[in-house]
């Protein structure tokens, strides 16, 4: 059952995701709000002193992984939203210009390196101990990066996504002119392009139009046949067809 419009419309978001428990969460005003599927307001983190938030990754709602580009810093929290440990700084590894983070099956997290152009893996000691070589296939940086089924994804706007496997090995490209955001879905990647959403197979190679026309979409994120997303700062849904 889809939320009641009067709690939904009341919510203000910068930025959206979702976790395959069917909870949402939303990035605003430099906080991190997570709601059950009616609205409801579970719990908040809130880090201002850290520096403004940069990216949220929820594909593990029990280790989520928040990064803030300005301070260099990651922290986890549980899914109380509550610090797993205190805050990891990135300069401590001697690198100081960082463009993206995300979580990492094995422990720790996956950070791009933006001086060298490398995909890092920091191990939950802290420590590096996987590395990349060059990654200059697209122009400028990676703004989003996920690892999903033991591959690691970086995302290019407008240009492409980068494929690697878990030793930081290149695989493929995948040429999804994606806009703003992409998510993972069983084996289909989610994008926006040209204030349309589709859906992408990676195994079949097959591109399919879900929403044909969203202006003005800010953000969004696929839940359970919902796609959620962010119009003039507003938490907006729409029901998807099967």
């Known amino acids: 059952m889809l939320a009641s419009p009067g ?4 919510i203000r978001a910068d930025k959206l995701w979702s976790d395959h428990l069917g909870n949402i969460y939303t990035l605003t005003d430099n906080s991190l ?3 059950n599927q009616n609205w409801e307001l579970l719990s908040s983190y809130d880090w201002q002193a850290n520096g403004r938030i940069t990216s949220v990754d929820i594909s593990d709602p029990l280790r989520i992984v928040v ?4 301070a260099n810093q990651v922290v986890f929290l549980d899914q109380e ?3 797993l440990s205190d805050p990891f700084n990135i300069d401590v590894l001697n690198y100081h210009d960082v463009a993206v983070v995300c979580k990492a099956s094995t422990g720790g997290f996956w950070m791009f390196n933006n001086i060298d152009k490398q995909l890092i893996h920091i191990n939950h000691n802290g420590n590096e101990d996987i590395k990349s070589g060059t990654i200059d296939i697209y122009s400028g940086f990676p703004e989003i990066m996920y690892e999903y089924s033991g591959h690691i994804y970086l995302g290019y706007p407008k240009q ?4 690697f496997n878990n030793q930081a090995a290149y695989e493929k490209c995948l040429p999804l002119t994606f ?3 992409f998510e993972w879905h069983k084996n289909n990647i989610i994008y926006l392009n040209n204030d349309k959403i589709f859906s992408y197979n990676i195994k079949l190679a097959k591109e399919d139009l879900i929403v044909s026309s969203l202006p003005d979409l800010k953000d969004f994120t696929l839940s359970g046949g919902v796609l959620y997303y962010i119009s003039n700062q507003q938490v907006k849904q729409k029901l998807l067809k099967d």
């Open 81 to 83: 939203l509550s610090l």
């Open 33 to 35: 709000h997570k709601y």
């Open 179 to 181: 806009e703003i955001a």
């Open 7 to 10: 709690k939904r419309e009341n």
């Open 67 to 70: 990064f803030s580009v300005h």
């Open 160 to 163: 492409g996504i980068v494929v």
